[in-house]
T-cell receptor, first 112, second 111 residues
Framework: KQEVTQIPAALSVPEGENLVLNCSFT??????LQWFRQDPGKGLTSLLL?????REQTSGRLNASLDKSSGRSTLYIAASQPGDSATYLC???????????FGTGTQLKVEL | DADVTQTPRNRITKTGKRIMLECSQT?????MYWYRQDPGLGLRLIYY???????NKGEISDGYSVSRQAQAKFSLSLESAIPNQTALYFC??????????FGQGTRLTVV
């Protein structure tokens, strides 16, 4: 059974800092990996999708990497802003329909 | 309009009542999913559907049923709600091994 772990569970940083969120998974036979953002009481917003054949994806200040063989992904956020404060979720897509297995998230707070 | 719309957004119901959560999507995707989110447990898959005639159980399907009325509509039912089904429920869609899109969620409270 696929298990997804996110470390740290919570993180508080000053504005402007570059930061890295970590995601690890136990079964490397994935189709893709997706990073989401969740604001309190809100839905999930897709940030980046990395297919299993890719090593990284970038969108603006966000960069996600994938190392399937070691079962790891990182989400790099450059020049953090208070508006980046949210919970970040990592999810791996498995075969048989792109069913997603989620980590429990990293709660990020960016302070002024 | 949102790509994935869930109704209702909030619902309080009593133990033993039947309740239906509805989901519609405008993405044109063939695959639809229902997840529930509990504090500390992350999101878990309840049911998923590849098309109108293909419905599959997920990790935690006991106590739930689903109906795929059309490619764009996928509803989740709790036949007899119980308090431990209190959670945040999400509907999602995807096209093959591609990006998944989620609705805004339905906060369900069973008292």
């Amino acid at each position: 059974k696929q298990e997804v772990t996110q470390i740290p569970a919570a993180l508080s940083v000053p504005e402007g800092e570059n930061l890295v969120l970590n995601c690890s998974f136990t079964d490397s036979a994935i189709y893709n990996l997706q990073w989401f953002r969740q604001d309190p009481g809100k839905g999930l917003t897709s940030l980046l999708l990395i297919q299993s054949s890719q090593r990284e994806q970038t969108s603006g200040r966000l960069n996600a990497s994938l190392d399937k063989s070691s079962g790891r992904s990182t989400l790099y956020i450059a020049a953090s802003q208070p508006g980046d404060s949210a919970t970040y979720l990592c999810a791996v897509g498995m075969g048989g329909g792109n069913k997603l297995t989620f980590g429990t998230g990293t709660q990020l707070k960016v302070e002024l | 309009d949102a790509d994935v719309t869930q109704t209702p957004r909030n619902r309080i119901t009593k133990t033993g009542k039947r309740i239906m959560l509805e989901c519609s999507q405008t993405k044109g995707h063939d695959r639809m999913y229902w997840y529930r989110q509990d504090p500390g447990l992350g999101l878990r898959l309840i049911y998923y559907s590849f098309d109108v005639k293909d419905i599959n159980k997920g990790e935690i399907s006991d106590g739930y049923s689903v109906s795929r009325q059309a490619q764009a509509k996928f509803s989740l039912s709790l036949e007899s709600a119980i308090p431990n089904q209190t959670a945040l429920y999400f509907c999602a869609t995807s096209g093959g091994a591609a990006e998944a899109f989620f609705g805004q969620g339905t906060r369900l409270t069973v008292v």
